[in-house]
Each structure stands twice: as C-alpha cells, then as structure tokens.
C-alpha cells in the first residue's frame, strides 16, 4: 500500500470516527431539546423534526466508542 493511499485510509478513520461521535452525542443531547420544546409548546412539525434528526444521529452514533486513552478510571 502506498503512503498515499494509507494517508487516505487513515484519514477516511478519522473522519468517520468524527462524525460518529458527534452523531452520538447529539443522539443523547437532542431528547432535552424535544422535551425543552414540548413544554414551550412548541409546533408540533418542529417537535417530530428534531424526533428525525435524534433517530438519524442513533444510527449514525451507534458505533461510537471512546478511545482507550481518553476514558478515565474509576477508583
């Protein structure tokens, strides 16, 4: 494999590994915002666009894992 062609790979990793957490922290973040909606009675098209969005961003960040270096012990 040429170095060109490992640099590609490696950067097609890092992107998607991007936006699979972003797409899974949005999947956590977005049902306070439903809820915040909800309550402020808010249009109901608006409510079940961000239901949308929050289903997208489960499939997406589904496969997220935290890297072995950036999680904490726990005592």
């Not at 972003?22 to 999947?27: G, R």
């Not at 809820?35 to 969005?53: I, K, R, Y």
């Amino acid at each position: 494999m040429s170095s060109r062609t490992y640099r590609l790979h490696a950067l097609g990793r890092g992107v998607t590994a991007a936006v699979r957490a972003v797409a899974f922290w949005s999947a956590v973040a977005l049902p306070f915002s439903v809820a915040v909606l909800l309550v402020a009675d808010a249009p109901l098209d608006v409510v079940g666009a961000l239901l949308a969005c929050n289903a997208v961003a489960l499939v997406l960040g589904h496969r997220h894992h935290q890297s072995a270096g950036s999680r904490t012990s726990r005592a």
